[in-house]
């Protein structure tokens, strides 16, 4: 029997909303896990379609992929034939990314890894899947480098905002971030740049090499390398930022439910995962005593506060309003 009157009331509002189930929805996490499947597919099509084709070397694990992929040409006409004798990027994802994810294993934490994974089994498996075009799939690189750099950062948006990760400096940010107290970004910035600065030092690839090629022709085709490595990067950098600090709008709820204030508080706790937080009021006509329902939540999850308002109380009065910053557990840190 349950101890006490909430119990009780709780019990019963979870079996008639979600069957018993606490926490989040299984159906809210098998989308979750959908939208990372799919959305690995685009980055996986840009860097065998655009910037392998192209040359590039941009930043993070797909760029020291990249690197040993230019570095093994013809080293393994046997083993990779289909890749001009090149070890293959999904190869190389699989190797690193299990090295990385057993180091977080043990320093970060597994819930991490356990997507994560997911994420990195996804997009190796693109990656053998999708063929990588002999003529990049845009002629002139720096479009390329600005086109292949938004649409990447849109799909690795959607990957970040279904909690996810396609690991790589992912991992190693996490890590880093765990025992020093430095920001996760600034890390990851570090590590491009080192791994962008490093293809410097590639030989050119044979489709480049001609009689009589001069050192300053040579010099100037690493220049530019890195230079639309950093292009590369820098775009799909900036679209990260821009998708993220758009899903990461928030939204403050004031609920007034005479009589079912306790349930609806129940179930965004529970369900929502959102703190909530029960305000004293009276209402001034009646002079009747109620409570008030606050809670702060990302705008994305409004639509499912308001569906369990309606479900429990449609009769609630319900104001919604935009939050510029949302600052602490659950949100954004406080610098």
């Known amino acids: 029997m349950p101890k006490n009157v909430d119990d009780t009331m709780k019990n019963s509002l979870h079996e008639q909303l979600y069957g018993g189930h606490y926490g989040p929805s299984p159906?809210?996490?098998?989308?979750?896990?959908?939208?990372?499947?799919?959305?690995?597919?685009?980055?996986?099509?840009?860097?065998?379609?655009?910037?392998?084709?192209?040359?590039?070397?941009?930043?993070?694990?797909t760029g020291i992929c990249a690197i040993i992929y230019y570095a093994t040409s013809g080293s393994f006409p046997d083993t990779f034939a289909m890749y001009g004798g090149s070890i293959p990027v999904w190869l190389t994802t699989?190797?690193?990314?299990?090295?990385?994810?057993?180091?977080?294993?043990?320093?970060?934490d597994w819930r991490f890894c356990v997507r994560t994974l997911f994420g990195t089994l996804t997009l190796a498996m693109w990656y053998r899947v999708i063929p990588?075009?002999?003529?990049?799939?845009?002629?002139?690189?720096?479009?390329?480098?600005?086109?292949?750099?938004?649409?990447?950062?849109?799909?690795?948006?959607?990957?970040?905002a279904n909690n996810g990760s396609s690991g790589g400096t992912d991992i190693v940010a996490k890590v880093v971030h765990h025992y020093r107290d430095i920001s996760l970004g600034r890390v990851m910035i570090i590590c491009d740049l080192?791994?962008?600065?490093?293809?410097?030092?590639?030989?050119?690839?044979?489709?480049?090499?001609?009689?009589?090629i001069t050192a300053q022709e040579i010099t100037d085709f690493k220049t530019r390398r890195i230079l639309y490595g950093l292009?590369?990067?820098v775009s799909y950098t900036l679209s990260v930022d821009t998708m993220m600090t758009h899903l990461r709008r928030s939204v403050q709820f004031f609920i007034y439910s005479q009589n079912h204030y306790a349930e609806i508080a129940t179930a965004i706790n529970q369900t929502v995962n959102r703190g909530v937080t029960i305000l004293d009021g009276m209402g001034?006509?009646?002079?009747?005593?109620?409570?008030?329902?606050?809670?702060?939540?990302?705008?994305?999850?409004?639509?499912?506060i308001m569906r369990l308002v309606r479900d429990i109380d449609p009769n609630a009065f319900v104001s919604q309003a935009n939050v510029s910053g949302v600052f602490g557990k659950g949100f954004e840190a406080i610098k």
């Open 194 to 212: 080192i791994i962008i600065a490093s293809s410097y030092m590639l030989p050119l690839p044979e489709q480049f090499m001609h009689d009589g």
């Open 27 to 61: 159906v809210k996490t098998a989308l979750e896990y959908l939208f990372i499947f799919l959305a690995m597919f685009p980055m996986a099509m840009i860097v065998n379609w655009i910037i392998l084709p192209h040359n590039i070397v941009s930043g993070g694990l």
């Open 231 to 233: 292009c590369m990067t």
């Open 284 to 304: 001034w006509y009646s002079k009747q005593p109620m409570h008030v329902v606050s809670v702060l939540a990302r705008r994305h999850e409004a639509q499912q």
């Open 94 to 108: 699989l190797v690193f990314n299990s090295v990385l994810l057993l180091i977080a294993y043990f320093t970060v």
């Open 132 to 160: 990588i075009r002999a003529t990049p799939l845009i002629d002139d690189p720096v479009s390329a480098c600005i086109v292949g750099g938004l649409a990447f950062g849109v799909a690795l948006g959607i990957v970040m």
